[in-house]
């Protein structure tokens, strides 16, 4: 673990939205009190639960029967648009969290192109796509012990906004590799398929094993439930699954080997709270988002409560703790779920909450899970249905989803339709989101998403705008003044090296990684810099440790 540098002291944040307290008030008025027993370190637990509207966290409070976990640290509301939509996607929604700048659909951890939004500054346009600084990123230069974890893959949008920087979400390629040359301490989720070369879809293209090279530098790679929980390293990184992990009630019914979101999170924070600097763990419930697209009801109530269950952990270890800021939020909204459809335009008086709810229990899996167990020929169709809690099916309502070529789809509305639930969408909506938070300088009342950054960073002492101007210099404007000559080669065209060069030295830089390799005087050497270069499709960007490399 890092023990290099001094201890800093914790700030208070400056965001003119965001409230100053060390009180969590939960939604009866009591309130409940961080244990002020010391200064130093700080640490930050960053929670999202993605793609979750209020209307699902309150069906899963009525599912449960009892209060929520984040209930008691109910604070306030966040505005998720992004620069050019009232409507955000994940990428930008991340970018902003993370870094405190707002962003455009599909971007990761880069200054946008297009701001259009009403109330957002514009941007120089010499500076669309420059990368900027995360929390995480952030606390790796303090010397603090970091950490990602993610039910879906972990080179998935709301990660990878954490973690990395790339043009486009999509490109696993470059996320998997910035995150293994990050130096994270803790990472863990699905996506190894991005981490070694193979057939599959994101398997690498590059020729590099990721696994090789985590192995390489010190961590327990481990692949299972059993595995992580028996780990006593100091740096672990955890791979589940190809790509995402299962939903928590799939999990329990038929992926046990998979460790649950809250055994996650409970480990990644007693690994990283060994560090004396302090830690910054960032912990996503992703699956809520997917289950909302698909208008599974089933599966956002399964993920909701996974997540709760993380967050139950995060305020514990806090309140013990005493300096340990926890947020928790929805990146955005998502389906337009509600309590009420059109059934019940006219009855909603007289519903009780069992005529929502009770249908609901009667499933043990979601449509993923139970989908799983359909045979090709759909011969046990009304047995997999029956998982999903459709029971009682005429044989007009199987023969129905036998020949059905949105097989999903319909089970998931034949379900809302017993359950009375609406959907007004199969996408992303554009509403405030709840707030939760807990801990000494919280966050609270309206803010910004990009608020959530700042007051992170000014907790733990970072100055993100003086992190990205350490950590992502134009390399060729900045070497070109110093008298190098340069130029990208790109022979490989899925390895592209930044080149300079001048008199006998040359500093070649690949992309995505902490290297540079110096030759001088015949002679070559490897240098590890702080933070990863970044390439954004026309410029090079990397650390000023970069430009004081010869000898």
Known sequence: MKRNFKKKAAGISIAATVAVSSLAFAANGTATEAKDKKSEPTNVIMMVMDGTSAGATTLARWYKGEDLAMDSILVGGMHTHSAESAITDSAPAATALATGNKSNDKIIGLLPELVNTPGVDPIDPEDTYKPVASVLEGAELLGKSTGIISTSEIQHATPAGFSAHAVHRSNY???????????????????????????????????????????????????????????T????????????????????????????????????????????????????????????????????????????????????????????????????????????????????????VSEYVDPLKKAVMTIEGALKTLKSDRSNMREAAELYGLDNLTEEEVNTLKQSDTLAADMADMLAQRANIGFSTGGHTGEDVFLYAYGPSKPS????????????????????????????????????????????????????????????????????????HVTQNKKTYTKMLEGVIVYNGEDFFVSKEAFNMSK
């Open 233 to 352: 390293s100091d740096k672990l990184w955890g791979s589940f699954a190809p790509s995402a992990l299962a939903y928590e009630f799939d999990r329990q019914e038929t992926n046990e080997e998979q460790p649950s979101l809250a055994e996650m999170t409970k480990k990644g924070i007693d690994t990283l709270s060994k560090d004396e600097d302090g830690f910054f763990l960032f912990v996503e419930g992703s699956k809520v988002d997917w289950a909302a697209h698909a208008n599974d009801t089933v599966g956002i109530i399964s993920d909701v409560l996974a997540f709760d269950a993380a967050v139950q952990e995060a305020v514990d270890f806090a309140k013990e703790d005493g300096n340990t800021m926890v947020i928790a939020v929805s990146d955005h909204g998502n389906s337009g779920i509600t309590m009420g459809n059109v059934n019940t335009n006219s009855t909603y008086p007289a519903i009780p």
């Open 173 to 231: 390629q470059d996320i998997a590799e910035q995150q293994v040359y990050q130096d994270i301490e803790v990472v863990l989720g699905g996506g190894k398929e991005s981490l070694a070369p193979g057939s599959t879809k994101n398997a690498r293209v590059d020729g590099e094993n990721l696994i090789d090279v985590i192995h390489e530098n010190g961590y327990d790679f481990v692949e299972s439930r059993d595995e992580l929980l028996n780990s």
């Open 445 to 516: 009342g309206l803010v910004d998403n990009t608020d959530i950054a700042k007051t992170m960073a000014t907790f733990m002492n970072i100055d993100l705008e003086k992190t990205t101007d350490k950590l992502f210099v134009n390399a060729k404007e900045s070497f070109e003044q110093k008298g190098y000559t340069t130029h990208i080669d790109e022979t490989d065209e899925n390895n592209p090296v930044f080149i300079a060069e001048k008199n006998k030295i040359k500093i070649e830089l690949p992309v995505n990684k902490n290297i540079a």
